[in-house]
Nanobody, 120 residues
Framework: QVQLVESGGGLVQPGGSLRLSCAAS????????MGWYRQAPGKQRELVAAITSGGSADYLDSVKGRFTISRDNAVNSVYLQMNSLKPEDTAVYYCKANVLGRNLLKRDYWGLGTQVTVSS
């Protein structure tokens, strides 16, 4: 089994910053793509940022220039630096990782989510 543990969420004022972290552990041979998703009340879950094993990143248009995704393969972790936060960024943020296990089986794993609230 693989577990993804997220941290770094919280309450912040508009214009502020937060850094989300996600660490994977368990039956891991290699992690391929990793990403951050978010879901606001009454809305569908959407991809915020994704990063390949080689470090190539892609972003939701509304967060380009404000958010930065990065990863540390040595510790099986992915991060999301969130700057210039806006109220519309308020959501539960989820970490996802595509994992190749030592049994050579591949599947997606999800974290439980961390709440980000942007409000004055």
């Amino acid at each position: 089994q693989v577990q993804l543990v997220e941290s770094g969420g919280g309450l912040v004022q508009p214009g502020g910053s937060l850094r989300l972290s996600c660490a994977a552990s368990g039956n891991i041979f290699r992690i391929n793509g990793m990403g951050w998703y978010r879901q606001a009340p009454g809305k569908q879950r959407e991809l915020v940022a994704a990063i390949t094993s080689g470090g190539s990143a892609d972003y939701l248009d509304s967060v380009k220039g404000r958010f930065t995704i990065s990863r540390d393969n040595a510790v099986n972790s992915v991060y999301l630096q969130m700057n210039s936060l806006k109220p519309e960024d308020t959501a539960v943020y989820y970490c996802k990782a595509n994992v190749l296990g030592r049994n050579l089986l591949k599947r997606d794993y999800w974290g439980l989510g961390t709440q980000v609230t942007v409000s004055s």
